[in-house]
């Protein structure tokens, strides 16, 4: 295999959360790779096609083709990158501090975004956007308060984490939404910062070959 | 501190699926835990106590207290007890086979649970029993394509891992929903295998401190 055939594949949406979390990680870590748009709205939603299915039963971006596997769900692609390219790391040595970066991501990824995602959307009709806002509102209260033990800089400590992967697009979301940021004093500050690091800038929802025009940065 | 005040206390549901993925943690890795029973109906929800919340503000069990600190979310506990109890592993060495055990644990813990979670379909009405149905007959589709492929005696080959500790608890689920298992030879299958296994026997929902008489195995 040539060493053009082997540079992985990234199946992405430019608005997806999930998405976005792993355009971070390779950022951060340097990989390069091919992007595939995936429109989740045109055609009735292109991952629906026999072709995408074929290659993510899940049905689902992110997915990954790397190193010979297509690999799916954000988070374990992201361990997968930092199992294979540990340089920067993204989660702390600390057995304790690591713990406090999964249970942040765990708690963004399976608390929080599940409930607002387009499916689910797709199926409240008008209380789409109170649906919406109630989810993220209630799981940002829990995240609030969890920051002001964990964070420095960022979500844990002032190291750039899988959490922090989790957290700004996830507040991305929650602008999408018009949820009001006022009680989230904390997670607006790490937000801000985390937008400030390069990883982040490239690998934005505004800045992707498929962001539409009109949502470009 | 003595030893005896230095064991973990699991704050746990005996229905909660995700509390059910930690106790079957525990019992592999053979630590021994004192047991809080959280009743999430009784009284409202004890989980929204204040007590509770002051605990955990994610206000959702499992929650584990162990060496100083107190860890929530299912999958960040296990990753805590894999790395500070690694015998018997939880997670292959092979980083492939590290990242499709992840994929399938966190298809079931952020793609299925999450949505036919008691605090959504509090919010379904009369329409619960059919949504829960939907959620998990749409994530079990794509889970049994991708076992095909990565099964051996369990989940991926023949070592129980982390992705099983979080397919019987949600096959449990599919059971207490009445989903049509005939469509799952494979995650049925599994499911069988896991349930021999003393771990997941001592940790079953009908055999916990708090299961109901009338539930109790």
Redesign the interface.
Known sequence: MSAAAAKPILYSYFRSSCSWRVRIALALKGISYDLVPVNLIKDGGQQFSAEFKALN????VPALKI?G?T???????I??LE??HPNPRLLPQD??K??QV??I???I???I???QNLS?LKQMGEKKMEWAQNCIASGF??LE??LQHTAGRYCVGDEVSMADLCLAPQVANAERFKVDMGPYPTITRINKALLELEAFKISHPSRQPDTPAELRA
């Open positions: 039963p899940m049905q689902q190193d596997i690999l799916s769900q954000s988070l374990a692609i361990n997968y199992e294979t057995p304790k690591r713990a999964r249970m991501a765990d708690h990824v399976s608390g975004q599940p409930l689910v209260q829990a308060q969890i």
